[in-house]
Structure formats: structure tokens, C-alpha cells
């Protein structure tokens, strides 16, 4: 015959009931916080900060560097490229001209920002050009100094007030209305195996970008590593 195993008969403590009415409150809490994701300082891309962007479908990083397209507008080429520590990949996280972007105010979704290459000074730019590879618009490096012109602005597109380091975000051109894309064209020489980047009209699974390594500016703290320079 089986003999089935009887629940021990476990009786609570008579404060049990009180101490679960003090706790309560506080698990409420700590629930609610994590359902509605309230974001930490830590977890946000901020104005001021250096960062790697990836593009996430192809796994390269947004780069560039002194080398001008030999076709279209001959301004400075920008790239991706698979090294993840490679100093010509870092960028520079600006308000447009005229625009609000404190220093380590976080970037919100829908926000207008510059985003400046941080060897050569020159701004994320696209226009009316033909990329060489592709045939999509070219996308370039383009100004002096952090200063270009109205073409060098880009709004970040997320889910939620702001853009946190591990959300994939696209970029959309204000002025062409066009999204940050690699496509996986590779350039031969003299920049070979790097990847084309262009602007593309429609919003898919190529123009998908996070931020990576990089120095992160807080408003009220000294600037947080990410990874190292």
C-alpha cells in the first residue's frame, strides 16, 4: 500500500502577519520600480560623452578618419569596422546648433543631435550625394573644428524618455528625412574590409545602432568608463 508523505503542520509565528504588513510597502516599491524600468544615471548615453556606436545587424562600429571619398561630395569618408578598439571609432554626443544639450544631461528619445568625430572634429553628415558602393545616400564626415551646417543633425529614435546604453536606437537624418545604415558593402584599397555606411529612406533591420565603449559624462559625477579608451 502506498504511503503518501502528510505536509508538516507549521503554524506562524503570532507576529508573522505584522511583520508582512511593515515589509509591504517597500516590496510594493521595489516592484513597481522594476516593472516601469526607471533608468540609473549609469545606464544613460548623455551630451558630452564619447561613444562607439555598432551597428548591431552587421557588428561593425561607426569609424572614421582622414581619408576622402574619391567620388560624390570628396568630403571625409565615414566607415564600419569590426575592431572594437580602434580610436577613429569614437564619437562625440553634441546638441545641434543652437539647441539645448548640457553636459551630462541625458539624451532623450526624439531629441536632435551632432555627432562629431573625435580625431578629426568633423560631423556625422549626409546629403544629396550617392554612397560609391551601394548607390544609397553617401554619408561623410563633414566641417571644421565641431562646426559644419544644418545637414549635420541626426534624431535619435527610441523607445522611452531616454537613450540607455543597452537599447538599440536608429539615427534619422532631420534634414533628408534618411536612417544611419550598413548594408555590408566592403571598400578595397586603401581601406580594405571596412564597410560602407549610407543613409537609407526606410527604417529596418540595417539601420539598428548601439553605444558601446566609450567615456560617459554624468551632471553631477566625474565622467564614468565604459570599457577602456
Known sequence: M?????????????????????????????????????????????????VKLLNTRHNVRLHSHDV???????????????????????????????????????????????????????NLHTHHFTSPLSNHQEVSAFGEGGEGDDLDVWAVQCDGPHWTRDAAVRFMHVGTQVYLSVTGEQYGHPIRGQREVHAMPSANQHNWWRAMEGVYIQSSAPPLRHDEL
Not at 504511503?3 to 507549521?10: A, F, L
Not at 567620388?71 to 572594437?84: H, K, L
Open 2 to 50: 502506498e504511503t503518501r508523505m502528510q505536509p508538516p503542520n507549521v503554524r506562524p509565528s503570532p507576529d508573522a502577519g505584522l511583520r508582512v504588513l511593515l515589509l509591504a510597502p517597500w516590496l510594493l516599491v521595489l516592484f513597481l520600480s522594476s516593472c516601469n524600468g526607471r533608468e540609473s544615471d549609469q545606464d544613460l548615453v548623455t551630451c558630452g560623452s564619447l
Open 68 to 122: 576622402k571619398y574619391g567620388s560624390g561630395s570628396g568630403q571625409q569618408s565615414v566607415t564600419g569596422v569590426e575592431s572594437a578598439d580602434d580610436a577613429n571609432s569614437y564619437w562625440k554626443v553634441r546638441g545641434q546648433t543652437g539647441g539645448p544639450c548640457q553636459r551630462g544631461a541625458a539624451v532623450r528619445c526624439g531629441q536632435a543631435i551632432r555627432i562629431t568625430h573625435m580625431i578629426t572634429g568633423r
